[in-house]
């Protein structure tokens, strides 16, 4: 049976035994927020940028059942004066949608639901609820007073991946989990990551009570995903790697207040090959990213060939209102792109433009097919 509640940190126990850089400042960001009125958040981020790597960090921080004092010694967060108050103290379920949601079959949410529950009840047995989630959560605080600290990794899976009817149930699954009277009785903390904003018109009403992080404004948030300058600069030491060449392949994203943000994940892999190549076209993105350049693709191509050129564009990130199905036009494709990474936005200038070598590649040969 799948864990979900009490997971453990072995999995951050394997991330520290690689090339881990220390992110575990974000954790005192979200120590500001257990049980306040802001105790909702959801981070919004292109793949391959360390979402999942936070995520396992912040239950090993967290979840009770194990004792993780020894994976975070020397680790920023050991500085905060509130590092030992939260340190394994929470029940913490985690929810990983990209592993458990592997597929969009009609039944999937309600498959979910079920197997968090089973889970609760090996340490719950008392448990009577089979079916709501958010019920046998209910029924938990009840009986023992348990408050819960809730990671969903990659939120939106259900809402950008599936056919409508799924993400109906998967909508209604949210607003019963979050927007119950309950909710702030039963989480301490809800934290979740995934690549689109919360703007969608399905879901605005399922999540408008979450605080949300995004590219275009971070705040607190901006270093925790992806390398800064400095960290690279360290990694290339270590490894001795041409920092030059890292900077032209992998640098040039701007979130907020940080200027230059590296792609982590491209990062690691040129470490490890040695070399400095565009990892995009080994991506699930990139079939995802030709399909929608070839929306209203005579402004679109002209836009992006502009900005090969080492032109910069304005953008609305905003554009992107809806979902992904009710893209339209350039201005939408290109909020698009910003989501995923393909360009990044100066939200002081309101100008997009290609962050890099690798992402310029990448465009250069999709427009070109």
């Not at 990139?286 to 090969?308: A, G």
Request: proline share 3%; with cysteine.
């Amino acid at each position: 049976m799948s864990r979900f509640l009490d997971y453990g940190n072995s999995d951050f126990k394997r991330i520290k035994n690689s090339n881990f850089v220390d992110k575990s400042g974000l954790i005192n960001v979200l120590n500001d927020k257990i049980d306040t009125e802001k105790s909702f958040m959801c981070i919004s981020r292109p793949r391959r940028f360390g979402k999942s790597v936070a995520a396992k960090m912040i239950y090993a921080y967290y979840d009770r059942s194990c004792d993780s004092r020894e994976l975070f010694k020397g680790l920023e967060i050991t500085k905060s004066p509130d590092y030992e108050k939260h340190l394994n103290k929470y029940p913490t379920i985690y929810l990983d949608l990209n592993r458990d949601a592997s597929n969009d079959k009609p039944s999937i949410v309600d498959d979910i639901q079920a197997d968090v529950i089973a889970d609760l009840k090996s340490t719950y047995p008392f448990l009577t609820q089979k079916k709501s989630l958010m019920k046998a959560l209910e029924e938990i605080n009840d009986k023992t007073g348990d408050r819960f600290i809730f990671i969903i990794d990659e939120w939106d899976r259900l809402v950008r991946d599936v056919d409508k009817a799924v993400q109906v149930k998967y909508v209604n699954f949210l607003r019963e989990m979050f927007k119950v009277n309950t909710a702030n009785k039963i989480f301490l903390l809800v934290y979740m990551t995934g690549i689109l904003p919360i703007i969608k018109t399905e879901t605005q009403s399922a999540l408008n009570n979450f605080d949300e992080f995004s590219i275009v404004r971070p705040v607190k948030t901006a270093k925790y995903y992806g390398f800064t300058k400095d960290e690279v600069k360290r990694i290339c030491e270590r490894y001795n790697m041409d920092m030059a060449l890292m900077e032209h392949a992998y640098d040039g994203y701007i979130f907020g207040s940080e200027k230059s943000m590296f792609n982590p994940n491209s990062v690691m892999l040129a470490t490890e090959d040695g070399e400095y190549n565009s990892h995009w076209s080994k991506s699930a993105a990139y079939t995802t990213i030709e399909h929608y350049i070839k929306i209203d693709s005579d402004n679109v191509q002209q836009k992006i060939i502009k900005m090969l050129n080492g032109e910069s564009v304005t953008v609305d990130p905003m554009f992107f209102r809806k979902s992904l199905s009710k893209i339209r036009c350039w201005r939408s494709v290109l909020a698009l792109l910003i989501i995923l990474g393909l360009l990044t936005f100066d939200s002081e200038t309101c100008y997009a433009k290609i962050p890099n070598k690798e992402t310029a590649e990448i465009l250069r040969q999709i427009i070109h097919k």
